[in-house]
């Protein structure tokens, strides 16, 4: 098992910034990618950013591109999201994940939450204008 913590989010003005973290524990070994998902009040799950875990490569959601950036520090089993010039829309929870098996070719695999095998318990940013 892997258990992931997150930490860092908050409450920002628009164009401010943030930086989340996530803490990975247990059989980190294990995890191929990680990455970073967000829920905004009444709607669906919906992908952020991922990272191979052993490096070279990342990926974003067309609507934080430019914006935020994904990145890790293998000594620390951490995986950080620095999200910058946010907005309002940015608002909501947003959970760290891990998978041990994604095939990060596809981008319908990259966002498919069931790709992904363990979640934090989440962090709240809210964005006000």
């Known amino acids: 098992q892997v258990q992931l913590v997150e930490s860092g989010g908050g409450l920002v003005q628009a164009g401010g910034s943030l930086r989340l973290s996530c803490a990975a524990s247990g059989r980190t070994f294990s995890i191929y990618a990680m990455g970073w998902f967000r829920q905004a009040p009444g709607k669906e799950r919906e992908f952020v950013a991922v990272?191979?875990?052993?490096?070279?490569?990342?990926y974003y959601a067309d609507s934080v591109k430019g914006r935020f950036t994904i990145s890790r520090d293998n000594a620390k089993n951490t995986v950080y999201l620095q999200m910058n010039s946010l907005r309002p829309e940015d608002t909501a929870v947003y959970y760290c994940?891990?998978?041990?098996?994604?095939?990060?070719?596809?981008?319908?695999?990259?966002?498919?939450?069931?790709?992904?095998?363990?979640w934090g318990q989440g962090t709240q940013v809210t964005v006000s204008s």
């Open positions: 994940a891990a998978g041990r098996n994604i095939d990060l070719t596809y981008y319908s695999s990259i966002t498919n939450l069931r790709n992904y095998d363990y």
């Open positions: 990272l191979r875990w052993s490096g070279g490569g990342t």
